[in-house]
């Protein structure tokens, strides 16, 4: 039986709040070698810990006006935008999608935000989260669009992986440099696992075209031969907005 609308937006945006905390954690631990599991959160400028009651997501920022309770020190935007992110792209669906593949849609978001933020921030995509991406996928992927069988699933896996790590190795082969990340053909393999291979031509012409706006919009842009570009995030952003059109592929 289906929830009332109201109701499942209120538990997807809790839901939402609360795993944007956890993301914003994971994004500033993990690559700085802290534990995500047993480490306490703490200010980054005095070191105190910081209490649960001001771990509230959202709430605690916004009673605390973004400062630390101890030194008073500002804590940065990244928290709360992360923990808003993470709630807007849980509901966004609701107003596109039929219930079930919304919030089947919201699992698959949840779990590419931490990929997207970590390529962004630090070019890297742990492989232990892309795993947990396809093997998600594996599980829920009919939940966010039925049509699309075991089948075309496993064979976006399959071409997702074999196309992009294809064109990773052929450029290295010919200009002696990596021009892609060891991560990106891993998770376009993955993204296949939940759209199906039908899907992945538009995920690809999408993230590249956000990639491109994104580049020309940034000081990158002046030094293309020379930069790094965060891929992963893009095929990220390409793929939410991919499932997120209301047809079917």
Same mark, same amino acid.
């Given at each position: 039986?289906? &929830?009332?609308?109201?109701?499942?937006?209120?538990?997807?945006?809790?839901?939402?709040?609360?795993?944007?905390?956890?993301?914003? /954690?994971?994004?500033?631990?993990?690559?700085?070698?802290?534990?995500?599991?047993?480490?306490?959160?703490?200010?980054?400028?005095?070191?105190?810990?910081?209490?649960?009651?001001?771990?509230?997501?959202?709430?605690?920022?916004?009673?605390?006006?973004?400062?630390?309770?101890?030194?008073?020190?500002?804590?940065?935007?990244?928290?709360? /935008?992360?923990?808003?992110?993470?709630?807007?792209?849980?509901?966004?669906?609701?107003?596109?999608?039929?219930?079930?593949?919304?919030?089947?849609?919201?699992?698959?978001?949840?779990?590419?935000?931490?990929?997207?933020?970590?390529?962004?921030?630090?070019?890297?995509?742990?492989?232990?989260?892309?795993?947990?991406?396809?093997?998600?996928?594996?599980?829920?992927?009919?939940? &966010?669009?039925?049509?699309?069988?075991?089948?075309?699933?496993?064979?976006? &896996?399959?071409?997702?992986?074999?196309?992009?790590?294809?064109?990773?190795?052929?450029?290295?082969?010919?200009?002696?440099?990596?021009?892609?990340?060891?991560?990106?053909?891993?998770?376009?393999?993955?993204?296949?696992?939940?759209?199906?291979?039908?899907?992945?031509?538009?995920?690809?012409?999408?993230?590249?075209?956000?990639?491109?706006?994104?580049?020309?919009?940034?000081?990158?842009?002046?030094?293309?031969?020379?930069?790094?570009?965060?891929?992963?995030?893009?095929?990220?952003?390409?793929?939410?907005?991919?499932?997120? /059109?209301?047809?079917?592929?």
């Amino acid at each position: 039986m289906a &929830l009332p609308l109201w109701m499942l937006t209120i538990w997807l945006a809790l839901l939402g709040a609360v795993w944007g905390s956890f993301t914003s /954690a994971l994004c500033s631990r993990w690559p700085r070698g802290e534990s995500i599991i047993t480490g306490r959160s703490h200010c980054d400028r005095c070191g105190t810990q910081i209490a649960a009651y001001d771990l509230i997501p959202v709430i605690s920022f916004l009673v605390l006006r973004g400062k630390c309770r101890t030194c008073r020190q500002k804590i940065g935007l990244s928290p709360i /935008a992360t923990e808003l992110l993470a709630i807007v792209i849980a509901i966004l669906p609701l107003a596109m999608l039929p219930q079930d593949e919304a919030v089947g849609l919201a699992i698959f978001a949840w779990i590419l935000l931490p990929l997207i933020l970590l390529d962004h921030r630090h070019l890297w995509l742990p492989d232990r989260l892309i795993m947990v991406l396809a093997v998600v996928g594996f599980l829920l992927g009919p939940l &966010l669009n039925p049509d699309v069988t075991l089948i075309d699933r496993a064979i976006g &896996l399959l071409a997702g992986f074999l196309s992009l790590e294809a064109i990773r190795h052929f450029y290295k082969r010919f200009r002696n440099i990596d021009g892609m990340g060891a991560g990106d053909p891993k998770l376009f393999g993955a993204l296949g696992m939940w759209l199906g291979w039908q899907a992945l031509p538009i995920t690809l012409f999408t993230a590249s075209a956000v990639g491109l706006l994104l580049i020309l919009f940034s000081h990158r842009s002046k030094n293309l031969e020379q930069a790094a570009f965060p891929l992963g995030s893009y095929l990220g952003i390409g793929a939410y907005i991919t499932a997120l /059109a209301p047809y079917q592929f």
